[in-house]
């Protein structure tokens, strides 16, 4: 059967195709939808799990009861699941174990362009790197087989093209799950010291035969062309290589951990000139480079950030003749901002009016910190806006200001990461404004379930996490329930947890509007009554503009009842009483 999907959507396909039992992972574009089509296709056991390294620990578990598992985050997760990762490399597995990670070359929805491919050579573990929705799918099976046969976890790399353009798979004969026994073996899973060092050596023998594997291996393949181009690439940058260049010599590496020393010997001597053409870091360059061979175009010429693309190779290998087409000038910038009707907006509004530090978190709200609110003023990673801005307390009472900071963080973030920066604040006397914003989601992914919502990926009702009652039992004294869409309320409770001294935590419970597709009576302008004074727009919503201005006249807002939510936000904003709800409107 043939099918046309994205590369996540043939990984959770050959998963259950390929005998798995166990799937567990954080969502994190662009892997998050991997996870949700195992749970819409029903055939196999998966869960989100509160955090990365929860998700890798489970599969590890599921792994060793004997289920091939799979567990799916992306690229900066896998610093979250680092610490179990560098462990499981020791210990092995003892059914199948793939660690499914999605890096985002450009940065399209993430912090940093972080290339994972470093991970694998970290670990000393197996990589392989799909090219397209069909290797995805292949790539799956190789990985489990490749996991057993050597005793590893096995990474399985995808990039943002990969994961999300889609292309035609053929399906393979289905295996069955079958699940291995369960055995108690102290010295291969108990990495005390003793056996750490005995599985060190393991590690390094284990390396040399995946290194021999790769030699023979089909998933590392030649094509050999024109011999005066040679071009060694993998993954999505395969795929610009052959628009570029569609009669060169290429050897695709599919399995890009450890490389094929000989192979890549062997072709390097049947070729002209050698390029090396890989996204982010020069891995291959470097790794190729110390072998002795000579490399003629790489990381020189091919930029280190960003993605590849036809007309980069092309120049970079000296041809001037760009393929693609001229980027349409002064096209009409399109800022990413919160969604109309959104509970944040009314938070950064007091935010921004208030001009205090606030110590920002990874999700929807992170968006605080565009014009015209302005309202963030630092973002690390998961989690770290508490503890951040407990840093930021205790740096400041040591130089005797009074600022104290405020952290804003999410319902999914803190359940992932943000409780233990809490529990710290608690423990060691902190003194910063902590506010949770409970939307009942993990709204920046596309609005996923998380410990706070109710239910599990695969739909069944969960227990709902109290976030006051846990911000309590973490030590907190002063917990505040708020309603963000209030303006005044929500000034003079963050005025209060400024004034009040030690770890204030405010809470915010209104759900978001998107995933819960609530809709409130559109609002509507007087026109009479609008000064064109546009204090509304501080609301920064897409839903209101400014309509034509009359001869020696201000343009007047005006509220678009189609994108229009109705949080009343611009209503608390207008200072002459000209907005109000709309008549007759729902």
């Not at 043939?2 to 396909?13: P, R």
């Not at 969604?339 to 944040?344: F, K, N, T, Y």
Request: glycine share 10%; hydrophobic share 40%.
């Amino acid at each position: 059967m043939k099918k046309i999907i994205s590369g996540n959507e043939a990984i959770a396909l050959s998963f259950g195709d390929s005998g798995g039992v166990f799937a567990s992972g954080y969502p994190g574009t662009p892997s998050t939808e991997t996870l949700e089509e195992v749970a819409r296709l029903g055939e196999v056991y998966c869960e989100w799990a509160p955090n990365e390294k929860v998700g890798l620990e489970s599969a590890i578990g599921a792994s060793i009861a004997g289920g091939r598992a799979l567990a799916t985050m992306k690229h900066v997760g896998v610093n979250v699941a680092a610490d179990a990762l560098l462990t499981l490399n020791y210990t092995g597995v003892n059914a199948g174990l793939i660690l499914m990670v999605a890096d985002d070359p450009g940065m399209h929805s993430s912090q940093n362009e972080q290339d994972s491919r470093n991970y694998a050579k970290f670990a000393k573990i197996p990589m392989l790197d799909p090219a397209n929705s069909q290797e995805a799918y292949d790539f799956v099976r190789d990985g489990f087989e490749i996991s057993e046969q050597f005793d590893t976890p096995v990474m399985l790399r995808t990039t943002t093209r990969i994961s999300h353009a889609k292309g035609v798979v053929e399906q393979k004969e289905k295996i069955e799950p079958k699940i291995g026994p369960w055995v108690k073996d102290v010295p291969k899973y108990v990495m005390l010291p003793n056996y750490g060092k005995i599985k060190h050596v393991e590690v390094e023998a284990r390396l040399l035969k995946l290194q021999e594997f790769a030699e023979t291996t089909p998933l590392n393949r030649v094509e050999m062309g024109e011999r005066s181009l040679g071009i060694i690439t993998s993954g999505v940058a395969y795929q610009h290589v052959r628009e570029a260049y569609p009669n060169a010599s290429v050897l695709k590496l599919g399995l890009v951990h450890p490389l094929p020393e000989r192979k890549i010997r062997e072709f390097a001597s049947l070729v002209g000139r050698l390029m090396i053409v890989e996204e982010l870091d020069a891995i291959f360059e470097e790794q190729i480079r110390a072998m002795g061979i000579r490399v003629d175009i790489g990381k020189d010429k091919i930029p280190l950030c960003g993605e590849v693309n036809a007309d980069i190779i092309r120049v970079a290998a000296g041809d001037a003749i760009a393929l693609g087409s001229a980027p349409i000038a002064a096209l009409p910038q399109r800022p990413p901002i919160f969604c109309p009707g959104c509970a944040h907006r009314g938070l950064f509004s007091i935010l921004s009016k208030l001009k205090v530090f606030v110590s920002g978190d990874i999700g929807c709200y992170t968006l605080g910190a565009l014009p015209p609110m302005s309202a963030m003023h630092s973002t690390i990673c998961m989690g770290a806006s508490i503890s951040a801005a407990h840093g930021m307390a205790k740096v400041n009472e040591i130089a005797g200001r009074s600022e104290k900071p405020v952290a804003v963080i999410g319902d999914s973030t803190f359940f992932h990461s943000g409780m233990t920066g809490l529990l710290s604040m608690a423990y060691n006397n902190g003194n910063a404004l902590v506010i949770i914003m409970d939307n009942r989601t993990t709204g920046m992914t596309g609005g996923q379930e998380n410990p706070g919502s109710g239910r599990v990926l695969q739909g069944q009702p969960a227990r709902q996490v109290d976030i006051v009652a846990l911000v309590k039992v973490l030590g907190i004294e002063n917990v505040v329930e708020l309603n963000a869409y209030n303006l005044a309320e929500t000034e003079a409770a963050i005025k209060k947890g400024l004034e009040t001294p030690g770890p204030y935590v405010l809470v915010d419970k209104n759900p978001c509007i998107l995933r819960y597709r609530i809709k409130q009576p559109v609002i509507a302008v007087d026109p009479e009554k609008c000064t064109g004074c546009r204090a509304c727009l501080k609301a920064a919503c897409v839903a209101l503009g400014l309509g034509a201005a009359a001869a020696g006249e201000r343009a007047k807002v005006q509220v678009d009842p189609n994108i229009c939510n109705g949080c009343g936000v611009c209503v608390q904003l207008c200072k002459f009483d000209a907005m109000s709800e709309a008549k007759g409107r729902g």
